[in-house]
Protein backbone atom coordinates (compact mmCIF):
# COMPACT_ATOMS: atom_id res chain seq x y z
CA UNK A 1 0.00 0.00 0.00
CA UNK A 2 1.20 3.27 -1.26
CA UNK A 3 1.83 5.97 1.81
CA UNK A 4 2.33 9.43 1.67
CA UNK A 5 4.03 11.34 4.15
CA UNK A 6 4.33 15.14 5.35
CA UNK A 7 5.44 16.22 8.46
CA UNK A 8 2.46 16.23 11.78
CA UNK A 9 3.19 19.66 12.60
CA UNK A 10 4.90 22.65 11.75
CA UNK A 11 5.19 25.86 13.99
CA UNK A 12 6.50 29.29 12.28
CA UNK A 13 6.78 32.98 13.52
CA UNK A 14 4.63 35.75 11.78
CA UNK A 15 6.85 37.06 8.83
CA UNK A 16 8.97 33.94 8.94
CA UNK A 17 9.41 31.38 6.08
CA UNK A 18 8.22 27.57 6.16
CA UNK A 19 8.59 24.45 4.00
CA UNK A 20 6.52 21.60 3.70
CA UNK A 21 7.21 18.38 2.08
CA UNK A 22 5.48 15.56 0.47
CA UNK A 23 7.04 12.27 0.47
CA UNK A 24 6.65 8.57 -1.20
CA UNK A 25 6.90 5.43 -0.55
CA UNK A 26 7.65 4.29 -3.67
CA UNK A 27 10.60 6.64 -4.08
CA UNK A 28 11.55 10.14 -5.11
CA UNK A 29 8.76 12.27 -6.03
CA UNK A 30 8.66 13.46 -10.08
CA UNK A 31 6.69 16.08 -12.03
CA UNK A 32 5.00 12.73 -13.26
CA UNK A 33 3.53 12.63 -9.91
CA UNK A 34 1.29 16.18 -10.58
CA UNK A 35 2.11 17.17 -6.95
CA UNK A 36 -0.55 19.25 -5.61
CA UNK A 37 -1.44 21.28 -2.24
CA UNK A 38 -4.75 21.88 -0.31
CA UNK A 39 -5.23 24.07 2.66
CA UNK A 40 -8.12 23.26 5.13
CA UNK A 41 -8.84 25.48 7.90
CA UNK A 42 -11.25 24.37 10.83
CA UNK A 43 -14.94 23.59 9.59
CA UNK A 44 -14.36 24.55 6.48
CA UNK A 45 -13.64 22.37 2.59
CA UNK A 46 -10.48 22.00 1.38
CA UNK A 47 -9.09 24.98 -0.97
CA UNK A 48 -6.79 24.05 -3.53
CA UNK A 49 -3.60 26.54 -3.74
CA UNK A 50 -0.62 24.58 -6.24
CA UNK A 51 -0.92 21.94 -8.96
CA UNK A 52 1.25 20.43 -11.01
CA UNK A 53 3.82 20.79 -8.30
CA UNK A 54 4.53 24.98 -8.86
CA UNK A 55 1.30 26.78 -10.48
CA UNK A 56 -0.54 28.71 -8.59
CA UNK A 57 -4.20 28.84 -8.84
CA UNK A 58 -5.41 32.14 -9.51
CA UNK A 59 -6.38 33.20 -5.83
CA UNK A 60 -3.37 31.71 -4.55
CA UNK A 61 -1.33 34.10 -2.91
CA UNK A 62 2.02 35.09 -4.29
CA UNK A 63 4.05 33.68 -0.62
CA UNK A 64 2.74 29.97 -1.37
CA UNK A 65 5.39 28.48 -3.80
CA UNK A 66 5.62 24.80 -4.84
CA UNK A 67 8.62 22.91 -5.94
CA UNK A 68 10.78 19.35 -5.91
CA UNK A 69 13.31 19.31 -2.76
CA UNK A 70 15.57 16.09 -2.48
CA UNK A 71 13.20 13.94 -3.88
CA UNK A 72 10.06 15.32 -2.08
CA UNK A 73 7.34 17.37 -2.96
CA UNK A 74 7.82 21.15 -1.32
CA UNK A 75 5.46 23.89 -0.37
CA UNK A 76 7.20 26.79 0.89
CA UNK A 77 5.23 29.78 3.16
CA UNK A 78 7.59 33.26 2.68
CA UNK A 79 6.33 36.03 4.44
CA UNK A 80 4.22 33.94 7.03
CA UNK A 81 0.32 35.56 7.79
CA UNK A 82 -1.71 34.95 10.69
CA UNK A 83 -4.39 33.19 8.75
CA UNK A 84 -2.29 30.69 7.13
CA UNK A 85 -2.66 28.66 10.18
CA UNK A 86 -4.32 25.96 8.88
CA UNK A 87 -4.29 21.89 7.75
CA UNK A 88 -2.20 21.55 4.55
CA UNK A 89 -2.64 18.48 2.45
CA UNK A 90 -0.52 17.11 0.05
CA UNK A 91 -1.50 15.05 -2.94
CA UNK A 92 0.26 12.67 -5.49
CA UNK A 93 -0.91 11.30 -8.71
CA UNK A 94 -0.08 7.48 -9.30
CA UNK A 95 -1.34 6.57 -12.53
CA UNK A 96 -4.20 5.69 -14.20
CA UNK A 97 -4.06 1.95 -12.03
CA UNK A 98 -4.18 3.61 -9.27
CA UNK A 99 -5.26 7.33 -8.74
CA UNK A 100 -4.34 9.13 -5.76
CA UNK A 101 -3.09 9.35 -2.90
CA UNK A 102 -3.52 12.29 -0.02
CA UNK A 103 -0.60 12.91 2.65
CA UNK A 104 -1.94 12.67 6.21
CA UNK A 105 -1.65 16.41 6.55
CA UNK A 106 0.52 19.06 8.13
CA UNK A 107 -0.96 21.01 11.10
CA UNK A 108 0.67 24.79 10.36
CA UNK A 109 0.88 26.94 13.56
CA UNK A 110 1.50 30.54 13.21
CA UNK A 111 2.93 31.54 16.50
CA UNK B 1 -20.16 31.44 -10.01
CA UNK B 2 -18.33 27.95 -10.47
CA UNK B 3 -19.99 26.00 -7.71
CA UNK B 4 -20.67 22.52 -6.51
CA UNK B 5 -23.19 21.24 -4.29
CA UNK B 6 -23.41 18.27 -2.68
CA UNK B 7 -26.28 16.33 -1.41
CA UNK B 8 -27.92 13.22 0.18
CA UNK B 9 -25.77 12.30 3.18
CA UNK B 10 -27.43 11.27 6.10
CA UNK B 11 -27.57 8.09 9.15
CA UNK B 12 -27.59 4.92 7.25
CA UNK B 13 -27.36 1.61 9.05
CA UNK B 14 -24.16 -0.72 8.38
CA UNK B 15 -24.57 -2.96 5.60
CA UNK B 16 -27.05 -0.57 4.32
CA UNK B 17 -26.89 1.66 0.58
CA UNK B 18 -26.68 5.77 0.25
CA UNK B 19 -26.41 8.00 -2.99
CA UNK B 20 -24.47 11.30 -3.00
CA UNK B 21 -25.10 14.03 -5.57
CA UNK B 22 -23.06 16.99 -6.48
CA UNK B 23 -24.98 19.75 -8.23
CA UNK B 24 -22.65 21.82 -10.58
CA UNK B 25 -23.34 25.17 -12.13
CA UNK B 26 -21.83 28.74 -13.37
CA UNK B 27 -19.55 26.27 -15.55
CA UNK B 28 -19.91 23.34 -18.42
CA UNK B 29 -19.52 20.74 -16.38
CA UNK B 30 -19.40 17.81 -19.11
CA UNK B 31 -16.00 19.24 -20.28
CA UNK B 32 -14.57 18.06 -16.51
CA UNK B 33 -13.22 15.50 -15.14
CA UNK B 34 -14.28 14.91 -11.36
CA UNK B 35 -13.25 13.25 -7.70
CA UNK B 36 -14.82 12.00 -4.92
CA UNK B 37 -12.62 12.58 -1.45
CA UNK B 38 -14.12 11.88 2.17
CA UNK B 39 -12.71 13.10 5.09
CA UNK B 40 -13.60 10.93 8.89
CA UNK B 41 -13.73 12.74 12.01
CA UNK B 42 -11.16 14.71 13.07
CA UNK B 43 -8.94 12.68 10.21
CA UNK B 44 -7.40 13.66 7.06
CA UNK B 45 -8.22 13.66 3.80
CA UNK B 46 -8.38 10.29 1.51
CA UNK B 47 -9.02 10.62 -2.34
CA UNK B 48 -11.43 8.25 -2.93
CA UNK B 49 -12.75 7.82 -6.76
CA UNK B 50 -12.30 9.68 -10.28
CA UNK B 51 -14.68 9.92 -13.44
CA UNK B 52 -13.66 11.11 -16.66
CA UNK B 53 -15.61 14.09 -18.73
CA UNK B 54 -18.33 11.37 -20.66
CA UNK B 55 -18.31 8.94 -17.61
CA UNK B 56 -16.81 6.25 -19.79
CA UNK B 57 -13.23 6.21 -17.29
CA UNK B 58 -13.34 5.52 -13.72
CA UNK B 59 -11.03 4.81 -10.67
CA UNK B 60 -11.27 4.05 -7.19
CA UNK B 61 -9.32 4.01 -4.21
CA UNK B 62 -8.82 0.01 -3.11
CA UNK B 63 -10.50 0.81 -0.12
CA UNK B 64 -13.49 1.10 -1.59
CA UNK B 65 -13.65 -0.66 -4.67
CA UNK B 66 -16.54 -3.16 -5.53
CA UNK B 67 -18.73 -1.01 -2.82
CA UNK B 68 -18.17 2.86 -3.65
CA UNK B 69 -19.45 3.54 -7.66
CA UNK B 70 -18.72 6.91 -9.09
CA UNK B 71 -21.16 8.14 -12.35
CA UNK B 72 -22.10 11.11 -13.82
CA UNK B 73 -25.40 12.50 -15.81
CA UNK B 74 -24.15 15.28 -17.88
CA UNK B 75 -27.86 16.55 -18.86
CA UNK B 76 -28.28 17.00 -15.38
CA UNK B 77 -24.71 18.62 -14.74
CA UNK B 78 -24.70 16.13 -11.48
CA UNK B 79 -22.04 14.07 -10.19
CA UNK B 80 -23.13 10.58 -8.28
CA UNK B 81 -21.27 8.71 -5.46
CA UNK B 82 -23.43 5.03 -4.99
CA UNK B 83 -22.93 3.49 -1.62
CA UNK B 84 -23.19 0.10 -1.02
CA UNK B 85 -21.94 -2.72 1.64
CA UNK B 86 -21.59 0.61 3.87
CA UNK B 87 -19.13 -0.18 7.03
CA UNK B 88 -18.06 1.99 9.73
CA UNK B 89 -15.25 2.86 8.65
CA UNK B 90 -16.93 4.90 5.44
CA UNK B 91 -18.17 7.72 8.34
CA UNK B 92 -16.83 11.10 6.84
CA UNK B 93 -17.38 14.24 5.28
CA UNK B 94 -17.63 13.53 1.13
CA UNK B 95 -16.72 16.66 -0.78
CA UNK B 96 -16.92 16.51 -4.60
CA UNK B 97 -14.00 18.32 -6.53
CA UNK B 98 -13.60 19.53 -10.00
CA UNK B 99 -10.21 18.28 -12.09
CA UNK B 100 -9.28 21.40 -14.01
CA UNK B 101 -7.52 19.84 -17.52
CA UNK B 102 -4.29 18.46 -15.55
CA UNK B 103 -4.46 15.34 -13.82
CA UNK B 104 -5.74 15.55 -10.20
CA UNK B 105 -5.46 19.42 -10.35
CA UNK B 106 -8.93 20.04 -7.92
CA UNK B 107 -9.75 23.31 -8.52
CA UNK B 108 -13.27 23.86 -7.55
CA UNK B 109 -14.71 21.98 -4.27
CA UNK B 110 -18.17 21.24 -2.58
CA UNK B 111 -18.72 22.02 1.16
CA UNK B 112 -19.50 18.48 1.43
CA UNK B 113 -22.13 15.68 2.68
CA UNK B 114 -22.16 13.54 6.07
CA UNK B 115 -22.41 10.28 5.85
CA UNK B 116 -23.06 8.69 9.26
CA UNK B 117 -22.81 4.72 9.48
CA UNK B 118 -24.09 3.26 12.83
CA UNK B 119 -26.58 1.18 14.21
Known amino acids: QTVVTQEPSLTVSPGGTVTLTCASS?????????PSWFQQKPGQAPRALIY???NRHSWTPARFSGSLLGGKAALTLSGVQPEDEADYYC???????????FGGGTKLTVL | EEQLVESGGGLVQPGGSLRLSCAAS????????MHWVRQAPGKGLVWVSR????????INADSVKGRLSISRDNAKNTLYLQMDSLRAEDTAVYYC????????????WGQGTTVTVSS
Open chain 2, 97 to 108: ARENKIAFAMDV
Open chain 2, 26 to 33: GFNFSNYW
Open chain 2, 51 to 58: INSDGTYT
Open chain 1, 26 to 34: TGAVTSTFY
Open chain 1, 52 to 54: STS
Open chain 1, 91 to 101: LLYYGGAQGGV
